[in-house]
């Protein structure tokens, strides 16, 4: 692979990048023709092996079934590609991330996964239902929204953007894609054991060292993306409890309150907490209530979170152990 001459082709587009005016001008004059030619089709040809016509379906409005397509390569891949510097603008880019997601789950052509890109920023899109054939064996995973979020997400001004790229290569990529990628997400999704090894997707580094920095990268983004924490109420959830289900703490010093989230998790609300008349008591036995109804609780639902009920009555406790925990667990009730 051409990797100095391709470095040069980039270089300009990364050193806009430190300056304000520069990127300005690029966007005003670089529309998504602009991109096509100077930046995507050189990084396609010369360095990632699409370097016969036809691997290539460019955006045709009187084909039927590409009419969508900004590039279709092999009449698999699709890429969509924005105005430079478009997806630093969170309303287009989520503009642009729906439509792509539409594109990709079009049953009218073969083609399930794509990127979106306005040269910055580069994001990886592969349909449920993709992988779900070929990460879990066509059994639905639930746990996966039909809204898939990006496989991952990487810059141009990385310092592994290169590398990283290198698992789309014409010779491998839906290898990489169908076998290796798929099933690490349905894996990490469905908290199996273990860690796909990716990587072999970089085989064509022929650096050990640079494809294991990439692998990294690639799994700390599927874990971020994809990993589903699963709280109490999970396995219960659609059977005897379902979401929003209020669950409630009481006894004759405290009433603690929420509900159950779709991970299975409880979410207290804080407004529906309160202590009894004997406040000065409940203080004394819930040494950290006062902080979490007036303080911690109020700054947002991410602090209001928590695994399970042991959890709820440990931090008003403050306590990191629980003793008696079926006589705690007695104390909660639930409003279906």
């Not at 370097?51 to 590039?71: P, V």
């Not at 990529?173 to 690490?184: D, G, M, R, S, T």
């Not at 603690?256 to 907490?273: D, L, Q």
Request: proline letters at 2%.
């Amino acid at each position: 692979m051409l990797n100095n001459e391709i470095k040069e082709k980039i270089r300009p587009f990364i050193e806009a990048l430190k300056d304000k005016d520069a990127i300005d001008r690029i966007k005003s004059s670089l529309k998504e023709d602009g991109l096509k030619s100077l930046l995507v089709v050189p990084i396609l040809y010369d360095y990632l092996g699409y370097n016969k016509l036809e691997n290539y379906i460019f955006e045709d409005s009187e084909s039927s079934g590409h009419s969508f397509a900004d590039i279709v390569l092999k009449n698999v891949f699709l890429i969509e590609l924005k105005k430079f510097g478009l997806l630093s603008d969170q309303t287009e880019k989520a503009k642009s991330e729906k439509q792509i997601k539409n594109y990709i789950q079009n049953k009218k052509d073969n083609i399930n996964y794509g990127i979106l890109t306005d040269g910055i920023i580069w994001e990886l899109f592969i349909d449920k239902k993709y992988i779900e054939k070929h990460g879990n064996d066509e059994k639905e995973i639930q746990e996966i929204d039909a809204n898939v979020p990006p496989c991952f997400t990487f810059k141009i001004e990385d310092e592994n953007f290169l590398n990283i790229l290198s698992m789309f290569h014409s010779d491998c990529f839906e290898n990489n894609i169908k076998q290796i990628l798929c099933k690490a997400i349905a894996n990490k999704t469905l908290n199996v054991p273990g860690r796909v090894a990716l990587t072999s997707m970089f085989a064509k580094l022929e650096n050990t060292q640079l494809a294991s920095a990439c692998e990294q990268i690639l799994y700390d983004q599927i874990v971020s993306n994809f990993k589903i924490d699963k709280g109490e109420f999970y396995n219960e959830l659609n059977k005897t409890r379902k979401v929003d289900d209020v669950v409630r703490y009481e006894d004759d010093l405290i009433l603690i309150e929420g509900k159950i989230a779709k991970n299975g998790f409880i979410i207290i609300n804080p407004s529906k907490c309160r202590m009894k008349e004997n406040q000065q008591e409940a203080a004394k036995k819930y040494k950290n209530l006062v902080n979490l109804l007036f303080q911690i609780w109020p700054s947002g639902e991410e602090v209001c979170t928590y695994p399970d009920r042991k959890s709820v009555i440990k931090a008003i406790l403050g306590q990191q152990r629980l003793v008696g925990e079926e006589a705690w667990l007695a104390k909660w009730k639930y409003n279906n």
